[in-house]
């Protein structure tokens, strides 16, 4: 009777840890959007220095940054993953009316990717992440062809509210943008 009865126990014990594992989702998949990423930034300087010799800048088109990321929770707190971000600039420059130059960039960002939740709510995940990776340039006129860089995010706090599926805000400096939001979905 007493093996039984530990036969038993031990049986449902191990089914309830099997569950409870069953129940912890890995993967994440998210898509963001982020405003003034590092590439849009030495085009700010850029223009700065460039007006000063009397052209005058006519329809700007930036993009921003559009991220797509995916992150394999290890554990309840850390995960790894990448991102795949794009950013595109578009700008000519007039003098007297007439088009001097026509300049149009794009950067695509690829970047390994550690994530680290560390505050836990039912709705509510506090988190801070870092990326390093590389930023290619393939419309790099000035080089006559492909250029890379390297490419970092930084984002020391980011909110998601929501369980399996959830809206997220970050706050950081790189490749992602200065303020990032997006909706992510846990699987």
């Known amino acids: 009777m007493k093996k039984l009865l530990l036969a038993t126990t031990l049986s449902i014990a191990l089914s309830v840890n099997i569950n409870a594992q069953d129940n912890f989702k890995r993967h994440e998949v998210a898509v963001g959007y982020g405003l003034l990423p590092t590439s849009e930034w030495a085009n700010v300087f850029a223009d700065g220095i460039i007006a000063t ?7 700007t088109k930036e993009v921003g940054a559009i991220s797509l990321s995916y992150n394999y929770r290890l554990t309840n707190t850390w995960g790894i993953g990448g991102v795949f971000s794009f950013a595109s600039h578009k700008k000519t420059w007039e003098q007297n009316g007439s ?3 026509s300049e149009r ?3 695509i960002a690829v970047m390994p990717r550690v994530k ?3 505050l836990h709510s039912n709705y509510l995940t506090l988190y801070s992440a870092v990326s390093l990776g590389i930023i290619i340039n393939p419309s790099n006129e000035k080089n006559n062809g492909t250029a890379a860089y390297v490419g970092w995010q930084l984002s020391p706090i980011g909110i998601e509210i929501g369980k399996s599926f959830a809206g997220f805000a970050e ?3 790189g490749q992602m943008g200065i303020i990032q ?3 992510r979905a846990r699987f």
């Open 116 to 118: 680290s939740e560390w």
């Open 53 to 59: 010799t009397g052209l005058t800048n006519k329809n």
């Open 171 to 173: 706050l950081g400096i």
């Open 99 to 101: 088009i001097v130059v």
């Open 181 to 183: 939001a997006g909706v």
């Open 105 to 107: 960039y794009n950067y």
